[in-house]
């Protein structure tokens, strides 16, 4: 079973949606989030905080490797990258609003296919594709991940 939590940002404009795979860390180890409208503010510690195209996302890396050490992961090797690129606590989607722009954006999709089921999955397959590649260039880290 995967945790999926909502954490509004430390200025409160936005929401990002997080995903913990197989629920092995629990939602208090992210410490905050910060939006590209408040992470200008924050003192950035390489050590606690992942930064995702302008979003940053700080850890609780001792609650981490509390968790982690159960798995076999030594918590020298701990870091928000590994959190991150290995699924332990990441974006629910390729980037922190994605869940729900994710969403609407199928919702549209079969709108446009008119109920017929054949364009629907050929639209959306272009979609994909063409949607994750934005993304990678735009600098998201999950979507250069899956190309």
Same mark, same amino acid.
């Given at each position: 079973?995967?945790?999926?939590?909502?954490?509004?940002?430390?200025?409160? /404009?936005?929401? #990002?949606? +997080?995903?913990? *795979?197989?629920?092995?860390?629990?939602?208090?180890?992210?410490? /905050?989030?910060?939006?590209?409208?408040?992470?200008?503010?924050?003192?950035?510690?390489?050590?606690?905080? +992942?930064?995702?195209?302008?979003?940053?996302?700080?850890?609780? +890396?001792?609650?981490?490797?509390?968790?982690?050490?159960?798995?076999?992961?030594?918590?020298? &090797?701990? *870091?928000?990258?590994?959190?991150?690129?290995?699924?332990?606590? *990441?974006?629910?989607?390729? &980037?922190? &609003?994605?869940?729900?722009?994710?969403?609407?954006?199928?919702?549209?999709?079969? #709108?446009?296919?008119?109920?017929?089921?054949? =364009?629907?999955?050929?639209?959306?397959? =272009?979609?994909?594709?063409?949607?994750?590649?934005?993304?990678?260039?735009?600098?998201?880290?999950? /979507?250069?991940? #899956?190309?």
């Amino acid at each position: 079973m995967c945790l999926s939590i909502q954490r509004q940002c430390s200025c409160s /404009a936005d929401v #990002a949606s +997080l995903f913990h *795979t197989n629920s092995v860390l629990p939602e208090e180890v992210v410490v /905050a989030v910060h939006c590209p409208s408040c992470s200008d503010a924050v003192d950035f510690d390489q050590a606690t905080m +992942l930064r995702d195209n302008g979003w940053i996302i700080e850890y609780d +890396l001792e609650l981490a490797a509390q968790h982690l050490r159960r798995f076999g992961i030594d918590p020298q &090797t701990l *870091t928000p990258e590994r959190i991150f690129d290995e699924g332990y606590s *990441t974006w629910k989607g390729l &980037t922190p &609003t994605d869940a729900y722009q994710k969403s609407m954006e199928l919702h549209a999709l079969w #709108a446009e296919a008119e109920g017929d089921r054949r =364009k629907y999955f050929e639209d959306m397959k =272009k979609w994909t594709i063409e949607r994750t590649q934005r993304l990678a260039e735009a600098g998201w880290r999950k /979507a250069q991940a #899956a190309l």
